[in-house]
């Protein structure tokens, strides 16, 4: 306890140095466990950009490749499901519900999903979190359109306004759809899913745009207008791809099975958890040099305790003498530093630990609000306490270097004057 005592009140003394020298711990400590907190948080969001959705049926190809193009929005079908095989497979006894999803036209860059009332009832997120509504409502009529809460804010787009879809899914298109325009009739809250930068129409509306076109072109003889297109039959004969929802859960792989083995045409039934995962390894690289980054800032700031304790050691040689003349023995002045560079670090860890949970509690609604990404403010996991622990250690290891060499300074050698 004498030891211990003597320690603080010799880092009282110096209390400019022991400020700087904890601050610049705790702001290590802050980055690498902030990192680890949005990775970790990242990742559980990443794996539940979808959520609540058993299957996603496309026509066959790549898990990986159908997850990009039906959740993600990135790269395209090699092939559409006609309707009737959606239909039969919905109709599978096992199947709860589906929600249908057709791609390939855009406006301005962001891509335009036609789907059903099923997508805004059905579709989750996050930790089973379910699209809700800025301002407005669901499509309801044909050439209706909801927002992702991006396409709003980006193109300032409000409720009432006409847009003009776009064919194909490029940036720039040289056909689109100005004879059937589409109105805002809601704008969807942000979710930090690929949803915030889509636009969402009826799968009637899919249909309603290109019920005179043939090959990819308009066909000007058979040219309709928005309100002659309403009279048709506007049933849509292919989608992209949809999304089910099972009664029994066990019963999934025997779904997955029939649909896999589905005759009419391939299909491809994937899990989305195992696709996730699948896609989230083809990553790793990036996550692991994140974490090596902020291993890097952390020992950068044990470094810098090192070179503060070192530089003080000159100036304190003759308060080492003093001690020893007072009785202390060389083990004493080596675990008067040790004790020094320990208490450094865990004042430091301990500070920084203080500063991301007051800093997850103010900006977290912020986060949540811009970015989508959803920081659970949660005890220390057993990872975060190990990466103290090692922190602790390594804090210790670094005081060992400036204990040792105060070790071998001898009292005549304190007590020397040096000019």
């Avoid at 211990?4 to 702001?27: D, E, F, P, Q």
């Avoid at 949970?357 to 990404?373: D, I, K, M, S």
Wanted: with cysteine; charged share 15%; hydrophobic share 45%.
């Amino acid at each position: 306890m004498n030891l211990l005592k003597l320690t603080l009140k010799s880092m009282l003394n110096r209390l400019g140095t022991t400020l700087l020298t904890v601050a610049v711990i705790a702001i290590s400590v802050v980055l690498l466990l902030g990192v680890e907190k949005v990775r970790t948080e990242a990742r559980a969001s990443f794996a539940n950009t979808i959520s609540g959705t058993d299957l996603i049926v496309g026509a066959r190809s790549g898990g990986v490749q159908l997850l990009l193009y039906s959740v993600f929005r990135i790269g395209n079908a090699t092939n559409n499901i006609t309707w009737d095989s959606y239909q039969e497979v919905a109709a599978h006894p096992n199947v709860a519900w589906t929600v249908p999803i057709s791609l390939g036209d855009s406006h301005q860059g962001f891509r335009v999903v036609g789907t059903s009332e099923a997508y805004f009832e059905h579709y989750r997120y996050g930790r089973e979190r379910s699209l809700s509504f800025a301002v407005g409502t669901p499509f309801e009529v044909v050439y209706d359109v909801v927002l992702g809460a991006d396409v709003a804010a980006e193109l300032e787009y409000t409720l009432g306004e006409e847009i003009v879809i776009a064919h194909g899914t490029g940036e720039v298109s040289l056909l689109d759809h100005s004879d059937k325009p589409f109105t805002v009739v809601g704008i969807l809250n942000k979710t930090g899913t690929p949803v915030d930068r889509s636009l969402h129409v009826p799968l009637e509306g899919i249909e309603a745009i290109h019920i005179d076109w043939s090959g990819g072109v308009p066909i000007p003889s058979r040219q309709l207008s928005a309100e002659e297109t309403l009279t048709r039959d506007l049933t849509p004969g292919a989608i992209t791809a949809f999304l089910v929802g099972v009664k029994s859960k066990p019963g999934i792989f025997r779904l997955q099975r029939d649909i896999n083995d589905y005759r009419r045409e391939p299909l491809l039934a994937v899990l989305p958890g195992v696709a996730l995962q699948e896609l989230w390894g083809l990553m790793g690289v990036a996550e692991r040099a994140l974490l090596i980054v902020s291993g890097f800032v952390v020992l950068s700031g044990l470094v810098g305790m090192l070179s503060s304790i070192l530089s003080s050691l000159n100036e304190r040689r003759r308060e080492m003498a003093i001690l020893r003349s007072v009785g202390a023995r060389p083990w004493h002045i080596f675990a008067l530093l040790t004790g020094e560079a320990l208490i450094f670090t865990l004042i430091g860890c301990l500070l920084g630990l203080g500063i991301l949970y007051g800093a997850l509690f103010l900006f977290r609604p912020w986060v949540e609000q811009t970015y989508g990404l959803f920081l659970s403010i949660t005890p220390p996991s057993r990872y975060d306490l190990t990466l103290l622990a090692l922190i602790l250690g390594a804090g210790f290891v670094m005081g060992l270097v400036p204990a040792y060499r105060a070790y071998r300074n001898s009292l005549a050698d304190g007590m020397t004057v040096r000019v």
